[in-house]
């Protein structure tokens, strides 16, 4: 397929340019503000799937945001694959911390991407990664290559926990049906060693309210006397991990599954520079689960963080009160097998009972999902294998990534085919942080890679 190369030559600026205008929509599914903006990025990806050769495409609306679905069958007979992503992006908060405004696009050189990188949020999560498969598609339309059926499902609430897909898989399996689910919405190693994920964790997210005295009250006339809340929810924060930083909810690590050596060999020949890590980070050291190493915390083992915490005064100057209440936002990264509702079960009785009399304390769970692990032998794992040799001129390597996509499981349960997680971003790309970008040598290698899974996945099945 040397001619794949060839067209991106002729059409990378029309593919840069095609993707910048993407960016530019303000696509945050958290924030209400930008309804409109969500829904035009549908209309926007819609579009973009006619035009790249997709003989059917609806918006599917939803209680929330609309799913886009395309779909190209060239014959019931071949191999179907569907192709999942996300349109909607986070919040680009903090704002101030940008080098340039996160919807405004730019091109900048980095130290990693040499030959320069968008910026702007969403970039490489998810309509970056995303829309490389709406231009490898068009290569295969266009050169008459195009080996098989392929579905299209791109939806607007992958940031705020895929709350309505989850109803729309289950009411369309037929729809849907089809023999790989095909992702682009991970990373890789780096641009000299590429991988591919093969594990993600799961999630738990809740919402924790402690409250003591019934309002805000003079930290002088009253301190000492009555349960400052803020004060009770740092202390039973700081109670959830022991002194070898391990979770301390009763039955948390019942279900997890120690790897064995072996696979924790393997995982350790990954290449991985501890210093480099560090020194990315601006960090004098790694901090975490006894017994395990960074590349094992942060992907084999399950954790517990504080993403937010809240109450009294955070204002100018100073104002002397006990606040009536405080609140934090808390995750749990699980591993496979852990599930999501009895670990919430679990946190939310164990969270409750440390409470002193003095508070009262209130947990509600947001939302969550199942981790999810996949074989190395599938077809479509070799396939992929297969593609990433050759374009990258290296074979990938299996890894386990910390991160979650909540709906792949469900995408086995309800469709009962696996995923394959082929993500072009790397750690560095600032996903969720300010300065997000995605290389465009990444952007480029990805719709170069994404044909051959094809071809390799339509020769391997037969
Ligand atoms: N694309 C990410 C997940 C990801 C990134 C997995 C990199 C592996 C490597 C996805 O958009 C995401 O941010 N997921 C959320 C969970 C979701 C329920 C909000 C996450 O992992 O925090
Ligand atoms: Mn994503
Ligand atoms: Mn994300």
């Known amino acids: 397929m040397k001619d794949i190369k060839n067209y991106i030559q002729q059409n990378k600026d029309r593919f840069i340019n095609e993707l910048i205008e993407l960016l530019k929509i303000p696509s945050v599914s958290a924030d209400t503000t930008y309804f409109q903006d969500v829904i035009n990025t549908s209309e926007a990806v819609k579009l973009s799937l006619e035009k790249a050769g997709c003989d059917k495409v609806e918006i ?29 992006v986070q919040p680009p908060d903090p704002i ?21 990188a968008i910026f702007a949020r969403g970039a490489c ?9 709406v231009k490898a598609f068009e290569y295969m339309i266009q050169s ?25 898989v289950e009411n369309n399996t037929e729809k849907l049906k089809n023999d790989v689910i095909l992702i682009s919405d991970t990373g890789m190693i780096s641009n000299q060693q590429p991988s591919i994920t093969t594990g993600l964790r799961g999630l738990s997210y809740v919402e924790v309210e402690v409250t003591g005295p019934n309002r805000d009250l003079h930290s002088g006339l009253y301190g000492g006397a009555v349960a400052n809340p803020i004060n009770i929810l740092s202390k039973m924060i700081a109670s959830l991990h022991d002194e070898n930083n391990r979770i301390t909810i009763p039955g948390f690590y019942d279900k997890v599954e120690d790897l064995s050596l072996e696979e924790r060999t393997e ?25 395990y190493v960074t590349n094992e915390r942060n992907a084999i083992r399950p954790t517990l963080d504080v993403n937010g915490i809240w109450g009294g005064y955070t204002g100018q100057g100073a104002k002397t009160v006990i606040p009536s209440k405080a609140f934090a936002k808390i995750s749990m990264r699980l591993v496979p097998n852990q599930d999501w509702e009895e670990i919430t079960q679990l946190f939310s009785t164990h969270f409750t009972a440390i409470a002193p009399k003095a508070v009262t304390v209130k947990v509600t769970p947001h939302h969550g999902g199942q981790g999810y692990v996949t074989p190395i032998d599938s077809i479509g794992y070799k396939a992929a294998h297969l593609a990433y040799s050759e374009t990258f001129g290296i074979a990938p390597i299996p890894v386990r990534s910390g991160g979650s996509i909540p709906i792949v499981s469900l995408f086995e349960k309800e469709l009962k085919s696996k995923t394959i997680l082929m993500g072009f971003g790397l750690d560095s790309d600032a996903i969720h942080s300010p300065n997000e970008h995605f290389g465009i040598f990444n952007y480029l290698k990805g719709i170069e890679t994404i044909p051959l899974f094809y071809k390799y996945f339509v020769e391997l099945s037969k």
Do not use: R
């Open 60 to 88: 599917c609306e939803t209680n929330g945001y609309p799913i886009v679905y395309g779909e190209k069958i060239i014959d019931p007979n071949l191999p179907t694959v569907l192709v999942y992503g996300h349109y909607d």
């Open 125 to 133: 999560d998810d309509k970056g990664q995303m829309y490389m498969h």
């Open 96 to 116: 101030e911390l940008w080098t340039s405004p996160p919807f405004e696009p730019v091109i900048k050189k980095t130290e990693i991407h040499p030959e320069g």
């Open 144 to 168: 008459n290559t195009l080996p098989c059926n392929v579905k299209f499902m791109i939806e607007g609430e992958e940031e705020v926990g895929s709350v309505n897909l989850k109803s729309f």
């Open 267 to 291: 995982m350790a020949k990954a290449p991985f520079d501890i210093e480099d890590y560090k020194k990315a980070l601006d960090l004098n050291d790694v901090y975490g689960e006894e017994g």
